[in-house]
Antibody, heavy 117, light 110 residues
Framework: QVQLVQSGAEVKKPGASVKVSCKASGYTFTSYGISWVRQAPGQGLEWMGWISAYNGNTNYAQKLQGRVTMTTDTSTSTAYMELRSLRSDDTAVYYC??????????WGQGTLVTVSS | QSALTQPASVSGSPGQSITISCTGTSSDVGGYNYVSWYQQHPGKAPKLMIYDVSKRPSGVSNRFSGSKSGNTASLTISGLQAEDEADYYCCSYAGSSTFVFGTGTKVTVL
């Protein structure tokens, strides 16, 4: 069965960077894209961007352009999301999800990133 | 990109049917047949319930159905059950490989 297992919770200071990993299993990694979605405490879902696990093509939400980078390592079936210049409003649970078409089919368990001085 | 508009809350009694609306624009909901719906229980990851407006993934109960008219998509839950109490989010493709989520709806089973 498809499984996405994410890295553990992080606490960062404002201005720092964070890199969250998402290890996939149960399917051919390069068959699907990986999207990243975040959810601030008590708030709704926000789409952050997408990466093709096949060729590494990316597309990011406009508001995060310049601060976010999504990558994949096909040798380990792992996707990564790095967010730089962290601010307090980046505090959120970050999810990875497979994208086979125009939906998010399978989700990771989420990674809490807390930005606090 | 503005979030799609959903009612903050919807409630119903067990066995009843409820409908959650999701209103966007001609640049997202109205422009593509790529609306999906997600169920999220507290402290859990979202789960895909409907994709491509009205298609159900394998394993999702047929009590869940989706539709779209113009710039508004809808999710209907029939035969409401206690386990359906959760937050629900719509999501639409918005062109140029981007997506936008709805504001979310809390469903309460009375």
């Amino acid at each position: 069965q498809v499984q996405l297992v994410q890295s553990g919770a992080e606490v960062k200071k404002p201005g720092a960077s964070v890199k969250v990993s998402c290890k996939a299993s149960g399917y051919t990694f390069t068959s699907y894209g990986i999207s990243w979605v975040r959810q601030a405490p008590g708030q709704g879902l926000e789409w952050m961007g997408w990466i093709s696990a096949y060729n590494g093509n990316t597309n990011y939400a406009q508001k995060l352009q310049g601060r976010v980078t999504m990558t994949t390592d096909t040798s380990t079936s792992t996707a990564y999301m790095e967010l730089r210049s962290l601010r307090s409003d980046d505090t959120a649970v970050y999810y990875c999800a497979t994208s086979s078409g125009y939906s998010f089919d399978y989700w990771g368990q989420g990674t809490l990133v807390t930005v606090s001085s | 990109q503005s979030a799609l508009t959903q009612p903050a809350s919807v409630s119903g009694s067990p066995g009843q049917s409820i409908t959650i609306s999701c209103t966007g624009t001609s640049s997202d909901v109205g422009g593509y047949n790529y609306v999906s719906w997600y169920q999220q229980h507290p402290g859990k990851a979202p789960k895909l319930m409907i994709y491509d407006v009205s298609k159900r993934p394998s394993g999702v109960s047929n009590r869940f159905s989706g539709s779209k008219s113009g710039n508004t998509a809808s999710l209907t839950i029939s035969g409401l059950q206690a386990e359906d109490e959760a937050d629900y989010y719509c999501c639409s493709y918005a062109g140029s490989s981007t997506f936008v989520f709805g504001t979310g709806t809390k469903v309460t089973v009375l």
